[in-house]
């Protein structure tokens, strides 16, 4: 017996379209329990999905905290979630970095490499030319700790496969406007 579909979400259907976009948003919370949850549960439950999620306190004074939310979908699906973001009481401002301004967006990834002999040299190579630094090795394997835009660690990973590839751990996107003005 076959199971019952489960209907697409509004997200999915979003995502085959043509124009399905990615965009960074910018939240600008107050640092208090629950506020996490809320903004997480906002995309959950119409059923957006958030591909880089990360947080953390950017003014102590004020108890503010800034997530970065990388997302994607059509226009009109990123519009109406920050709509739905800006309207949560916690949440101070949303800021669309991919359409209001320009941004700098960085990740940082760890990469963990097995390989002898000639993928070892190989696993080397490469990191040299991505600018990735040894952080851990042993004789059979390295961890790099690597930096920049996501593009960039995307394409370090997709080499380190057919050398060795282990795993791979993600921080998740950080961006910030660039010039002198805040957010």
């Given at each position: 017996m076959n199971?019952?579909?489960?209907?697409?979400?509004p997200y999915s259907s979003?995502?085959?379209?043509?124009?399905?976009?990615?965009?960074?948003?910018s939240v600008l919370v107050d640092n208090e329990p629950g506020v996490l949850a809320r903004v997480v549960g906002l995309f959950s439950g119409r059923g957006f999905n958030i591909e880089s999620l990360t947080v953390?306190?950017?003014?102590?004074?004020?108890?503010?905290?800034?997530?970065?939310?990388?997302?994607?979908?059509?226009?009109?699906?990123?519009?109406?979630?920050?709509?739905?973001?800006?309207?949560?009481?916690?949440?101070?401002s949303v800021t669309d970095l991919t359409l209001t301004v320009r941004a700098i967006e960085r990740e940082l990834?760890?990469?963990k490499v097995r390989g002898k002999g000639e993928n070892r040299v190989e696993a080397l190579r490469l990191?040299?030319?991505?600018?990735?630094?040894?952080?851990?090795?042993?004789i059979e394997s390295?961890?790099?700790e690597l930096t920049g835009a996501p593009r960039k660690i995307d394409d370090f990973v997709e080499?380190?496969?057919?050398?060795?590839?282990?795993?791979?751990?993600?921080?998740?996107?950080?961006?910030?406007?660039?010039?002198?003005?805040?957010?």
């Open positions: 199971a019952p579909a489960t209907p697409p979400s979003a995502i085959g379209k043509s124009n399905a976009e990615s965009h960074t948003l953390a306190e950017v003014t102590h004074e004020t108890h503010l905290s800034r997530i970065t939310i990388a997302t994607s979908g059509t226009p009109e699906v990123v519009e109406q979630v920050r709509h739905q973001l800006e309207r949560l009481v916690p949440v101070h990834a760890m990469v990191a040299e030319a991505f600018r990735a630094k040894v952080i851990d090795a042993t390295f961890i790099f080499l380190m496969r057919p050398v060795g590839l282990v795993e791979v751990s993600r921080t998740g996107i950080a961006a910030i406007s660039r010039g002198p003005e805040p957010i």
